[in-house]
């Protein structure tokens, strides 16, 4: 099954994102913008458009390539070309209070490591990993076998 993150989140994302790319262009390039030294005039505006092309490109295979493929024995999260997979039989534990809180399925593997995986946009992902995670134990068990842990 194919689940697609909610495209709000993305583009949330990719906007503070792009914003923090400006203020750096900006800063690179003050001279340019501000039309000092040897600069010719369409230069600023030549920067100016190559950002807004890398960014629209950019915003778009992120809304097309970021998605989640789920089968009864694993998650795999797809982002542009990099995929991860999660075994659910490795999830020991699934942290409920966080996961609803903030929006994010928060869970530790058998190595004792912390991963967060965004909700989707009705929110299915949290729900077929509750089902379909066999290990699951609950918190005071997972304290006593991973004492170092934090939440």
């Given at each position: 099954m194919?689940?697609?993150l909610?495209?709000?989140?993305?583009?949330?994302?990719?906007?503070?994102?792009?914003?923090?790319?400006?203020?750096?262009?900006y800063?690179?390039?003050?001279?340019?913008?501000?039309?000092?030294?040897k600069?010719?005039?369409?230069?600023?505006?030549?920067?100016?458009?190559?950002?807004?092309?890398?960014?629209?490109v950019?915003?778009?295979?992120?809304?097309?390539?970021?998605?989640?493929l789920?089968?009864?024995?694993?998650?795999?999260?797809?982002?542009?070309?990099?995929?991860?997979?999660?075994?659910?039989?490795?999830?020991?534990?699934?942290?409920?209070?966080?996961?609803?809180?903030?929006?994010?399925?928060?869970f530790?593997?058998r190595?004792g490591?912390?991963?967060?995986?965004?909700?989707?946009?009705?929110?299915?992902?949290?729900?077929?990993?509750?089902?379909?995670?066999?290990?699951?134990?609950?918190?005071?068990?997972?304290h006593?076998?991973?004492?170092?842990?934090?939440?």
């Amino acid at each position: 099954m194919k689940l697609r993150l909610g495209l709000w989140k993305i583009t949330y994302t990719f906007l503070i994102a792009i914003a923090i790319v400006a203020a750096a262009l900006y800063g690179i390039f003050f001279g340019v913008f501000m039309g000092e030294g040897k600069w010719q005039t369409w230069q600023p505006y030549t920067i100016i458009g190559v950002w807004l092309v890398l960014s629209v490109v950019f915003y778009i295979l992120s809304a097309t390539q970021n998605y989640y493929l789920v089968s009864k024995t694993e998650v795999k999260q797809v982002r542009l070309f990099r995929k991860i997979t999660y075994r659910m039989d490795n999830i020991i534990y699934i942290d409920k209070e966080v996961s609803e809180k903030r929006k994010m399925v928060c869970f530790f593997t058998r190595d004792g490591y912390k991963k967060y995986l965004t909700f989707d946009k009705e929110g299915k992902l949290y729900e077929i990993m509750l089902k379909q995670c066999k290990n699951v134990i609950s918190e005071e068990d997972f304290h006593n076998s991973y004492p170092n842990v934090k939440f």
